[in-house]
């Protein structure tokens, strides 16, 4: 299933946040969105996942999820979202208990998502317990537990130190690399953009606009964390970003 | 060169733990100091009673069976008047919080209703559902159900919104939504309202056996207090407070089983 940005375009009111965005979301691929800060990264993926309408344009669906696919658009989000209240795998429980899914094969599915996201050990544990990696990968777990045909994740791992986000990241290529899904990704980490991206868009301030679309050829599971040419592509991004922050601030001034 | 001393400990407090035994020791005080008072003579017995003559009022009223003669329909009454009010409040407040709706239209009348002193109105419920228990339902009832309906729609206004978001995304229904997701975030709102609303309930059931009941603990007060017998008097006073502490450690059982998931 793809999925095709048609000139979309969204306004809170008077401020013009998207402006004419087009842009293809091909199955199996993990697309990374970057841009500077507020220029509506977090409203776009909500437009596409249909939290929110469009002020105009639309979002096109082509083909149909995979039949075994029981929540077609699903986000991972910056702040987990977990139910307090409920264990790691009632958490996880939660989004399929309104399906029509026997217990066994729920439990099934649980299990298998636990064991992909190592927290097997982690079943009865409540979010209190867990520190913020785990619980980002719980929710990972959640979002993998419906299988979805295009996962929508804002900046997920934006709220872990460096270290545990290596750690995410290395999760992530190796999930992918077992069974690759689709993903728009959502970051302010460049470093992160080109370590999962296989084509990245580079949004301009607000209202944004799509700067520039690269592609990194390079396969996931090879990308190194100190990589030439990963670093370049990083420079050459920062630059582009950079730009757009000074114009940004130029038209402070200006005003 | 320079003198070497610890840093000073700024941290702590603002952390409150839960404390055995303190509670009671402020009673125990209060208790010993009034008997103490009330013995010396500093305290004449016609501005307090003796603590240890209101118990034994206390022990009187236990083997003459009487205690449970004015407790039973007591606690009938609020047990019945409180399930009423707090299940339509919490029911009228989900319904606030969810609807915009209901809430622009029920807001500004439960507001106007919360400030009327309720047994204010106990005649006229007498005069709606007559003398007997009806009456008396309806009056704790109706002051249980104000308070209740305030808390829970701030609890639900309170609830985490990217929660619900993430019940969305994931395609839950909206009943789902409500009783997965909102009412148990709502829960701590609501039972610390419940507090409230019982012990306004305990007020109410007072005011209401002042009218009308031949037993009930309001009565036994009300007797008591025109006859200025003030060991019976102080000797229901107690019941009361005994109650109200009670039911505020039944609430804070339930806070424990359904809240352990707090920090
Ligand atoms: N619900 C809303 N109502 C009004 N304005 C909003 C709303 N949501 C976002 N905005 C505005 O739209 C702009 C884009 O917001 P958005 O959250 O999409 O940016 P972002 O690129 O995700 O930023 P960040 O990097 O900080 O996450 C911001 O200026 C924000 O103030
Ligand atoms: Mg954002």
Redesign the interface.
């Known amino acids: 299933m793809d999925l095709f940005l048609e000139n979309i375009s969204h306004s809170y009111g008077e401020t013009e946040v998207l402006q004419d965005i087009s842009l293809s979301i091909p199955s199996g691929k993990i697309l990374c969105i970057v841009g500077p800060s507020g220029c509506g990264k977090s409203t776009l993926l909500r437009l596409i ?1 249909g ?1 929110e309408r469009p002020t105009s344009g639309q979002v096109i669906q082509l083909g149909s999820p995979p039949k075994d696919t029981i ?1 077609p ?3 991972v ?1 910056q ?1 987990f ?1 977990l ?4 264990s790691v795998e009632k958490n996880i429980s ?2 399929l ?2 399906h029509d899914i026997d217990r066994a094969s729920r439990a099934e599915i649980i299990t298998g998502v636990l064991a992909r996201t190592k927290l097997t050990d982690f079943r009865k544990a ?3 317990q867990l520190s913020g990696g785990m619980k980002q990968r719980v929710a990972l777990a ?1 979002a993998l537990a ?1 299988n979805p045909a295009v996962m929508l994740m804002d900046e997920p791992l934006s709220a872990l130190d460096s270290q545990t986000r290596e750690l995410l990241m290395d999760d992530l290529v190796s999930l992918w690399t077992r069974q690759p899904f689709t993903a728009v990704y959502v970051t302010h980490n460049l470093n992160e953009a080109v370590r999962l991206g296989h084509s990245i868009v580079v949004l301009s301030r607000r209202p944004g606009c799509i700067r520039e679309i690269i592609t990194i050829d390079k396969p996931l599971e090879e990308r190194e964390v100190w990589d030439g040419e990963l670093d370049q592509k990083q420079k050459y991004l920062w630059n582009l970003m950079r730009e757009e922050a000074m114009a940004a601030d130029q038209e402070l001034l200006n005003v | 060169m320079s003198e070497r001393m610890p840093v000073k400990f700024r941290g702590g407090g603002f952390a409150p733990t839960s404390k055995r035994g303190i509670g009671i020791l402020v009673f125990v005080a209060l208790i010993g100091f009034l008997e103490y008072g009330t013995r010396v003579g500093f305290i004449s017995n016609l501005t307090m009673p003796r603590p240890s003559d209101v118990f034994s009022t206390f022990i009187d009223l236990w083997s003459s069976g009487l205690l449970w003669q004015h407790l039973a329909p007591s606690l009938m009454r609020l047990l019945v008047g409180a399930s009423l009010g707090i299940s339509a409040g919490i029911g009228i407040g989900v319904l606030v919080g969810l609807f915009s709706f209901i809430r622009a239209g029920l807001v500004p009348l439960v507001s106007a209703l919360f400030p009327i002193p309720k047994i204010a109105l106990l005649p006229l419920f007498v005069i709606w559902f007559g003398i007997d228990e009806t009456s008396k339902y309806a009056l704790i009832a109706f002051g249980t159900f104000t308070p209740t309906v305030v808390s829970t729609y701030g609890a639900v206004d309170n609830v985490d919104r990217s929660l619900i978001r993430m019940g969305q995304s994931f395609n839950l229904s909206w009943l789902s939504i409500v009783t997965k997701i909102v009412l148990p975030g709502a829960m701590p709102g609501i039972l610390s309202g419940l507090r409230i609303s019982l012990a306004i309930g305990i007020i109410l059931l007072v005011a209401a056996e002042m009218l009308g009941a031949e037993y009930g603990i309001g009565a036994y007060i009300l007797e008591a207090g025109s006859l200025y017998d003030l060991e019976r008097l102080f000797t229901g006073v107690a019941i009361l407070s005994v109650m109200g502490v009670t039911i505020s450690a039944v609430v804070g059982l339930i806070e424990k089983r359904l809240l352990n998931w707090r920090v």
């Open positions: 996942g939290l929540n658009l699903t986000y989000f702040d979202a139910l307090p209240w409920r939660l989004v208990e309104d409540l979010p209190r959640r419906v």
